[in-house]
């Protein structure tokens, strides 16, 4: 089961580098489905989301990936993604309040 859970998840950073997001974003979340106790499948996923600007989506898998590491890059990478959706938030919505919550929530999670 493991060796399917690699299988999917490399076909699905190949995916990604692609640009085919959609795709890429079904294949890790069968990895998960194979091995969910490993946080590089759950970072993954979350980047997935983030290339998709789901960014509050992504979030929770930040969390999960965070929750099985303890690795610092996994909170560079969440809080990398609040800074983005608060600027997507604030420039074209011009959502200010919104925006300055979002970024609030990086600045206590950057290292």
Do not use: C
Request: no cysteine; proline share 3%.
């Amino acid at each position: 089961m493991s060796e399917n859970a690699k299988l999917f998840s490399a076909e699905a950073l190949r995916l990604r580098q692609e640009s085919r997001y959609e795709e890429a974003l079904v294949l890790i979340g069968l990895a998960i489905e194979y091995n969910p106790d490993n946080y590089d499948y759950w970072n993954i996923k979350a980047l997935i989301l983030d290339d998709l600007k789901r960014f509050e989506e992504s979030l929770e898998f930040y969390d999960r990936a965070y929750e099985l590491s303890g690795l610092n890059v996994i909170r560079k990478n969440k809080a990398r993604t609040l800074f983005r959706w608060a600027q997507k938030l604030h420039f074209p919505d011009n959502e200010y309040k919104k925006a300055l919550s979002v970024i609030d929530d990086a600045r206590l999670i950057s290292p």
